[in-house]
């Protein structure tokens, strides 16, 4: 499916060929091999990484409703990415460096902006969600007003590349990119597992979880940090993907409950699923041109924010 | 062994919280502070468990300073019930008591089996299945229980064990707050240190083997039941008139206002 229809037959011919290294140059080949092959692996890396971090702040903050997004890490991140397209853009010389510097400035941002966020609402009676969010929301305001300057001052071309990238989208997928994005997913999904009894504790409280023998401290900061390399990377690879972080732990947990040691590995797959349909669907719903990811998956994710919102409204 | 506060004092924000407090809290005991409201007793919870450093003196348990004490040891040897939880994920109450597991880790079979006779224990076994966030507070506050009996279950190596109770009655009712008092019975007599705070002066009575009234953030006094609790004392700490009899059935102290 797709501007350029392939069946299935073929794709599964022109993968297995890549596969024995057998494969000549065509226009079908490419167009499976180096466009909506990465695209669809950059997409299953993508939405695992942002589902399983959603659980895992929701966890560390014990508020089902914390998401990257919603704390700031995300805006930090695509502060930092603008300003490498701004400013470090002109410098570039190849593509392979630009891609490096965006993905490190968008991971500066990004754990900047989360540090920002955490210092403002810990105190040493703890931390407060409420002072979490509006933070957040701050950091979010302010991230904001800086891109909206970088966008005044800039021109047509650089202009459309920073609002298309902000839009989220795994349109410009490539094995350099699924690269990263791997070596960035297989670490988590290796460092996170581990951490599954702590933050099964954690939703305790803080002082609960000490009593049980557990380094609130020395966990917190590792989650932070892991949590900043892998938005800050996301954003920086797929542009600004919102609510998979939110929903995709939310349904889980509605299905098999909140401990984390089930519900990590689950957030992952469905989080990587549904982003790779919610791409799909983006690619093929308005033909021949395609919609950026993002709008899709903010259209699927804010109604199911607001039933949530009404359901737990009942709870207070 | 013991857990031995010398000459703690704790200013936080401008307040003298605790001024110069000795106080033991031996193994095999029950001991239960009692005091008005402010008087400190949740403050010197927290520095008798490390969850607060004082900011004189310190603090033993079983004779090694409690910071020196590596956390998931600590937690094997000391297991703490807060006045208040913050849960609200619905956990179901099986996997909250489990959680109480975590120091000790005894094996899947071994920690299914601790966590279904804690539940037993106090009288929730029904819940087992229920969701955490849709228990009322008293089955809440009996699953926390469960959860910090498990944590202390078995005998552990690295010595004598403490089990501490913040108002663990508060949402009871009289069957429950009964309960309470037969499983910290039962516990110390198992050789497990218990200290908890109680705003009940007659349960007090009924399960102390040391009395502590604490007012003012100093210990006004302590020791037996019979001892301690007095006309006059009750007057001064609590400024209420109040009559002290005999329990017609356990013959502990009983206070009438």
Same mark, same amino acid.
């Given at each position: 499916m797709g501007t350029v229809s392939i069946p299935l037959s073929q794709i599964i011919e022109v993968v297995v060929l890549a596969v024995r290294d057998d494969v000549e140059p065509s226009q079908i080949n490419s167009i499976v091999l180096d466009i909506r092959l990465p695209r669809v692996i950059l997409a299953l890396l993508v939405g695992a990484v942002l589902a399983v971090l959603g659980a895992v702040m929701q966890g560390l903050f014990r508020n089902p409703l914390a998401d990257p997004s919603l704390i700031g890490v995300s805006g930090g991140a695509s502060v930092g990415a603008s300003l490498m397209i701004v400013f470090a853009g002109g410098i570039m010389v190849t593509p392979l460096a630009g891609l490096s510097l965006i993905s490190l400035g968008a991971f500066i941002g990004g754990v900047i902006s989360t540090l920002v966020v955490y210092r403002v609402a810990t105190s040493s009676l703890g931390t407060s969600v409420t002072t979490m969010l509006l933070a957040g929301i701050a950091i979010g305001a302010i991230a904001g007003a800086i891109n909206s300057l970088l966008s005044y001052f800039s021109d047509n071309q650089i202009l459309r590349q920073i609002s298309l990238w902000q839009m989220g989208n795994?349109? !410009?997928?490539?094995w350099l990119k699924v690269s990263i994005m791997a070596g960035v997913s297989v670490i988590l999904l290796v460092l996170l597992p581990g951490q599954a009894k702590s933050l099964n504790g954690l939703l305790l409280g803080e002082s609960e979880a000490r009593y049980l023998g557990i380094d609130v401290q020395t966990i917190k900061r590792k989650l932070i940090f892991l949590t900043a390399l892998g938005v800050g990377v996301s954003v920086a690879l797929a542009g600004l993907i919102g609510f998979v972080g939110l929903i995709i732990p939310h349904m889980i947990r509605l299905l098999? !409950?909140?401990?984390? $040691?089930?519900?990590l590995p689950a957030s992952a797959l469905a989080g990587a699923s549904l982003l790779m349909v919610a791409d799909s669907v983006a690619r093929v719903v308005v033909l021949p041109a395609e919609l950026p990811t993002g709008i899709l998956t903010a259209l699927l994710g804010a109604p199911f924010f607001v039933v949530l919102l009404i359901r737990q409204r009942g709870e207070f | 062994m013991s857990i031995v506060a010398k000459n703690i004092s704790l200013h936080l924000a401008g307040f003298?919280?605790? $001024?110069h407090i000795d106080l033991s809290v031996e193994a095999g005991q029950v001991t239960v502070l009692v005091g008005p409201n402010g008087a400190g007793k949740s403050s010197l919870l927290k520095v008798l468990t490390g969850e607060i450093n004082p900011s004189q003196g310190s603090v033993y348990l079983n004779q090694l300073e409690l910071s020196q004490w590596d956390i998931q040891q600590k937690a094997n040897v000391l297991a703490v019930l807060p006045q208040h939880s913050e849960l609200n994920f619905p956990f179901t109450a099986s996997e909250v008591v489990e959680l109480g597991c975590i120091p000790h880790m005894s094996g899947y079979a071994k920690d299914q089996k601790i966590t279904a006779d804690a539940l037993q224990m106090v009288d929730a076994?029904?819940?087992? $299945? $229920?969701l955490y966030t849709q228990m009322s507070g008293g089955e809440k506050q009996r699953v926390q229980l469960a959860r910090v009996l498990a944590q202390v279950w078995s005998p552990s190596c690295f010595g004598d064990q403490f089990l501490v109770l913040d108002e663990p009655t508060a949402a009871f009712d009289l069957a429950h707050q009964q309960m309470t008092l037969d499983i910290v019975r039962q516990f110390s007599a198992r050789g497990i240190g218990v200290l908890m705070v109680l705003h009940d002066l007659n349960l007090a009575a009924r399960c102390a083997d040391n009395l502590v009234v604490v007012n003012g953030g100093v210990l006004e006094a302590w020791g037996s039941p019979e001892k301690v609790l007095t006309e006059q004392l009750i007057s001064k700490v609590f400024e209420v008139q109040a009559t002290i009899t005999r329990h017609p059935v356990t013959d502990t102290p009983l206070v009438i206002t």
């Open positions: 795994l349109g !410009g997928a490539n098999i !409950g909140p401990d984390h $040691r089930g519900l | 003298d919280l605790l $001024r076994s029904y819940l087992q $299945r $229920r």
